[in-house]
């Protein structure tokens, strides 16, 4: 199947700081997701992107959906305690479930 | 608007075992999917349904099962339980096949 390699695997910030975390693949997407999942939760939507080239916001995160394709990242300013988590790419095909793939994950740790 | 329900939370249950897990989807929701998470393998597909309909399967064995009822509701099964069943269940509910998804908190499954 599908392989989405998301790195890096875990960060460790100082509270202020910008984060960045990126996900690729040797296939292309018609959607890019980003997912954030607190311990013992669910993960939560944070952005989704539909169009190659396209940069959206959502407050302090920004993601990105590559040109080819094939790969996309997200950005967190200024970092707060509240963003540790681990995060989540995805991305989508065609019109299933099945067909989204996530990748591993990114931990990360926002240091007071 | 509720979000997407999954009871139980935690559940404990010894090899052999049969296990029923339940999902309230987001109301206007018609699609469910099942997905298991655990530390080694990440988040894997098992079902989705649409219309009392399962759509797609995952790479699963026969043991795990699923339905859905007519007001969207779904509930998967696992039989015969084994060690390595241990993992996150998640369910996640959607407008229809290939909208965005809305995860609930996951039903807990440890098998001892």
């Known amino acids: 199947g599908q ?16 984060v960045s975390m990126n996900c690729t693949s040797s296939s292309i997407f018609n959607t890019w997701l980003w997912y954030k999942q607190d311990p013992g939760e669910g993960p ?3 952005i989704a992107l539909y169009k190659a080239g396209e940069l959206t916001s959502n407050g302090r995160l920004t993601a990105q959906f590559g040109i080819t394709r094939k ?29 989204l793939t996530f990748g591993s994950g990114t931990q990360l740790t926002v240091l007071p | 608007k509720a979000g997407v329900t999954q009871t139980p939370r935690y559940l404990i249950k010894t090899r052999g075992q049969q296990v029923t897990l339940s999902c309230s989807p987001i109301s206007g929701h018609r699609s469910v999917s099942w997905y298991q998470q655990t530390p080694g393998q990440g988040l894997q597909f098992l079902f989705e349904y649409f219309s009392e309909t399962q759509r797609n399967k995952g790479n699963f064995p026969g043991r795990f099962s699923g339905r859905q009822f007519s007001n969207s509701r779904s509930e998967m099964n696992v039989s015969t339980l084994e060690l390595g069943d241990s993992a996150l269940y998640l369910c996640a509910s959607s407008l229809g096949p290939g909208e965005k998804l809305f995860f609930g908190s996951g039903t807990q499954l440890s098998v001892l």
């Open chain 1, 44 to 46: 939560v939507l944070l």
């Open chain 1, 3 to 18: 392989q989405l390699n998301q790195s890096p695997q875990s960060m460790f910030i100082q509270e202020g700081e910008d």
């Open chain 1, 71 to 99: 790969d996309s990242f997200l950005n967190i300013s200024a970092s707060i305690p509240s963003d540790v988590g681990i995060y989540f790419c995805a991305g989508q095909l065609g019109g299933s479930a099945r067909q």
